[in-house]
Each structure stands twice: as C-alpha cells, then as structure tokens.
C-alpha cells in the first residue's frame, strides 16, 4: 500500500478518535448540565411569578380605591333615605343600594380570590428558591463525581493529540494539505473504506477502472462520486488479490 495513504488512513483513525473526545465528555457532564439547566428554568420562573404578585399587586389596590368609593357612595345613600317622599322615589333608592352592594361583595370576591392566587405564587416561589438551593449542593457533588473521569479523559485525549501531532510532521504537507481540504467538507468519513466494490463514503458502486486503481493502491484515489480518499482494509487483502485477478483475466478476456 502507497506510505502516504497508510499515513492518511492512520490520520483519519486519530482524527476520529478525537472527535469522539467531545460527546464523551458532554456524556460524563449529562447530569451536571441536567442540573444546571433545571436551576436555570427555576430562576426563569421565579422572576415570571414575582412580576404577577407586582400585577396582582396593583389589581388589588385598584380594586380597594373602587370600594372606598362605593361605600363612601352608600353611606352618603343612606343619608338621604329620610328625605324620600314619593314610593317611586323610595323604590329607586333600595334598587340602587341594591346594586352598589351587590359591586362590593363582587370586588370583596374579587380581591380574595387575587390574594389566594398571591399566596400561592408566593408558596411557589419558596418552593423553587428551596430546589434552587438544593441543585447547588448537588451540582458540587457532581463536579466532584466527574473531576477524576475528566481528567482520565483529558490525559487519554492529550495522548492521542500528541500521536496526531507526530504523525502529521511525518507526511508531506502537499498530502496533508490534500486530507485537510476533503476533511473539511467529508468530516469523519475522509478516509473511506471499499467494500464489495462500493464506496463506503456514498455506498455507491465504484467502477472497475477506480477499483483497480484502489486495489493496486499505487497512488491516492478519491471516489469519483464523493470524493472521498478510497482504501481496501489490508486484512481485506487476500480476498482483494482474489478479486484483483478476476479483473485481470475479465479483462484479459475482454
Ligand atoms: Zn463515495
């Protein structure tokens, strides 16, 4: 097999292997950031029930304005009842008091009812001020459950870094340059393995010209639908010798 795809090969492992790096940690930092988050929603909704006790609030004092005026209104009613001549007259007056405290026990209800919900906004708020307080702790047992496991994967990720970093001084940097720029778009899948004749990057059918091209591995070779740089596995190779003389004697026939 060509050194440098050899090199290329051993390069994508690497890089792989440090990409995997990243969702293991977010793995071992799952619960910590479950907790994080759960305060972050709490705090969240702690300013939410706050800014509807400040409404609730304000409700209240309206309302209790509008029931100083009904009863100063009702008082001054009463006053009058003696002054009443006429059944008309009379029967006017006992309808209207009627109404007026009719709309004080209305906005009576109405305040007991906002103060209820206060209370219970309140009762949350607590609540969720307790829990607060309760993930601190816990996010401190966290930190301290996943220090030792970080740093074991830190140590295995510096490794490997390190390997990447050497091998890569040892390839040319046109080649390098080349796997940089497909690495770019293809990601993990740079290097790609052929299997039964088909790209492992589309799984597309590779031509016979490409496969040979591959088989022989004399030089780099890209899928010509993906772009993808093409390798058979070398524990592949005997079956791959197998298929490379059928080719020869197919074309020979041909
Ligand atoms: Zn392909």
């Known amino acids: 097999m060509n050194k440098h795809l050899k090199q290329l090969i051993e390069l994508s492992d690497l890089d792989k292997a440090i990409d995997d790096f990243l969702p293991e940690e977010a793995r071992i930092n799952g619960a910590l950031n479950a907790l ?18 400040t409404d609730a609030r304000h409700k209240i004092a309206k309302s209790e304005t ?21 059944e008309k007259e009379i029967k006017a007056h006992s309808l209207e008091e009627e109404i007026a405290k009719e709309q004080v026990s209305f906005i ?3 305040i007991a009812r906002i103060e209820k919900l206060q209370t219970t906004k ?14 601190d702790a816990q996010v401190i047992d966290a930190k301290n459950a996943n220090q030792e496991t970080l740093a074991q994967l830190e140590d295995k990720r510096r490794e490997v870094v390190t390997k990447r970093e050497k091998l890569s001084e040892e390839i040319p940097p046109k080649v390098l340059g080349f796997y940089g720029k ?13 299997k039964k004749q088909a790209c492992y ?21 890209t ?21 490379s003389e059928k080719l020869e004697s197919t074309e020979a026939a041909a």
């Open 182 to 194: 497909i690495r770019r778009w293809a990601g993990s899948r740079t290097v790609v393995q052929v």
């Open 36 to 53: 994080l988050e759960e305060q972050k929603h709490a705090g969240a909704t702690i300013e939410e029930l706050e800014i509807e006790i």
């Open 122 to 135: 309140s009762e949350e708020i607590a609540k969720l001020k307790a829990r607060i307080a309760e993930i």
């Open 66 to 86: 509008h029931l100083a005026d009904l009863t100063d209104r009702l008082s001054g009613h009463s006053r009058r009842a003696g002054e009443l001549k006429s």
């Open 223 to 243: 899928c010509p639908n993906c772009g993808c740089i093409l390798y058979i596995a070398e524990n592949a190779e005997n079956t791959t010798n197998a298929v």
């Open 108 to 110: 009576n209800e109405e």
């Open 201 to 221: 990057g589309c799984f597309m059918k590779i031509s016979d010209k490409v496969y040979g091209e591959v088989i022989n591995s004399a030089e780099i070779v």
